[in-house]
């Protein structure tokens, strides 16, 4: 299983921006489809964004589309997540995820935790109003 750092979370107000970085200490990086997933106090673990293995595909949750970019460079073995416009119900730990399935098998349906093997330990994002 890919072994996974997240780094990047903090504090911003609403509006602002954060980027979130997950480095990969798996050297088959480019086997692997990234996610990530967002867990806010109280509540389940859900999709923010999918990335394919080369990065040619990306896939988003409605709630971040348009405000969110998943991104990957392979040859950093690092995937990453552009946020803008930052909203206070976007606060929650981020967590980066890996799996081994390709992208369209994941998103024949919302992608859910269940399709990842791998974890990273999070990141708190806190956005104030």
């Known amino acids: 299983q890919a072994q996974l750092v997240e780094s990047g979370g903090g504090l911003v107000q609403a509006g602002g921006s954060l980027r979130l970085s997950c480095a990969s200490s798996e050297r088959t990086f480019s086997n692997y489809a990234m996610g990530w997933f967002r867990q806010a106090p109280g509540k389940a673990r859900e999709f923010v964004a999918l990335?394919?293995?080369?990065?040619?595909?990306?896939s988003y949750a409605d709630s971040v589309k348009a405000r969110f970019i998943i991104s990957r460079d392979n040859a950093k073995d690092t995937v990453y997540l552009q946020m803008n416009s930052l909203k206070p119900e976007d606060t929650a730990v981020y967590y980066c995820?890996?799996?081994?399935?390709?992208?369209?098998?994941?998103?024949?349906?919302?992608?859910?935790?269940?399709?990842?093997?791998?974890w990273g330990q999070g990141t708190q994002v806190t956005v104030s109003s």
């Open positions: 990335i394919s293995q080369s990065g040619g595909s990306t």
């Open positions: 995820a890996a799996t081994t399935r390709t992208f369209y098998t994941i998103v024949l349906g919302t992608p859910t935790p269940n399709d990842f093997g791998s």
